[in-house]
């Protein structure tokens, strides 16, 4: 059992839509969320002139997965300035420094290529960068405070809405309730998780969608395909990892090719449907 923890959102100009500060207990460093409209108000705090690591997240053309950019900087101001003239897809960014000064260019050099590793073997975003960074070469106490860093920003991550760092757990697949959808003349095998809905690698997916399929789920399957996710296998395609999505209906569609309702069509051994399942434990 893990212990808990709280994380503190701070808004300095009382906005809800604004510059937010993030602590977490226990934690020696500091994040701060804010829009691009916002950046030229929040370019003054503290926060910008120290060394950091920060993403960019913007939409996609033609892709339902978020566009992300993954740097560092020291000071991290420096480096965000210049990408508000030089790029132009982000809508907000991220940055996490430290409180004190124990975070040094060579640790965020470090933290910067550990989440471009996490983001490309996740696959739930599309990375803006166009390589990846090496990791710097640092003592192993420095690899221990670095990883250490890293970890309390994964935990802080998902307050914000970023979910493109995380990865299938094994010991979520262990707890829950395996379920398989069979449509169409392919089977595909699933689980819920607390990140969304986990589709197995070897499932199988329809190759072509139908007519009548929602546009984002076409859009869908071929950022998947782009991606290597789903790859062909004789007249259909299949999943070659785990990959979650955000609810068992957009699995689904993906699966068939077109729209359906997943908590129906998503069955446990004995046929019980995921509603069912869900109803059985909201009643006890």
């Known amino acids: 059992m893990s212990n808990g923890f709280s994380i503190k959102i701070f808004l300095p100009d009382g906005k809800p839509e604004g510059l937010r500060v993030i602590e977490k207990s226990n934690w020696n460093g500091w994040g701060l969320l804010c829009s691009r409209v916002e950046f030229g108000q929040a370019k003054t705090r503290p926060e910008f002139s120290k060394p950091g690591v920060y993403i960019l997240i913007g939409p996609s053309v033609g892709s339902n997965l978020v566009t ?9 101001g420096e480096r965000l ?12 960014f991220v940055l996490f420094t430290s409180k004190d000064s124990n975070l040094n260019k060579a640790h965020v050099q470090y933290l910067e290529a550990r989440l471009v590793e996490l983001a490309s073997a ?3 975003c599309n990375l803006e960068n166009g390589n990846q960074p090496a990791r710097p070469a640092l003592s192993e106490i ?21 979910d493109f760092f995380e990865t299938v757990t094994k010991s979520e697949e262990v ?10 003349g392919v089977t595909a095998q699933g689980y819920e998780s607390a990140q969304g809905f986990v589709i197995k690698s070897g499932s199988r997916a329809i190759g072509t969608e139908t007519t009548s399929c929602p546009p984002y789920i076409v859009g869908l399957r071929k950022t998947l395909s782009e991606k290597g996710i789903l790859k062909p296998d004789g007249n259909g395609l299949i999943f070659s990892q785990d990959f979650v999505f955000n609810s068992p209906s957009a699995a689904g569609a993906v699966v ?7 908590p129906e069509a998503w069955k446990d051994a004995s046929e019980k449907t995921l509603k069912q399942i869900q109803s059985s434990a909201a009643a006890e």
């Open 142 to 162: 420095d690899v221990a405070e670095a990883e250490g860093f890293l970890g309390e920003m994964l935990l802080c991550f998902p307050t914000l809405g970023i």
């Open 81 to 92: 300035k210049s990408h508000a003239v030089a790029k132009d897809f982000w809508t907000k």
């Open 68 to 76: 992300a950019y993954i740097g560092e900087g020291d000071p991290a």
């Open 175 to 184: 707890t829950s309730e395996l379920l398989r959808l069979h449509a169409k």
């Open 122 to 124: 996740s696959k739930r």
């Open 256 to 262: 068939i090719g077109g729209a359906i309702s997943g």
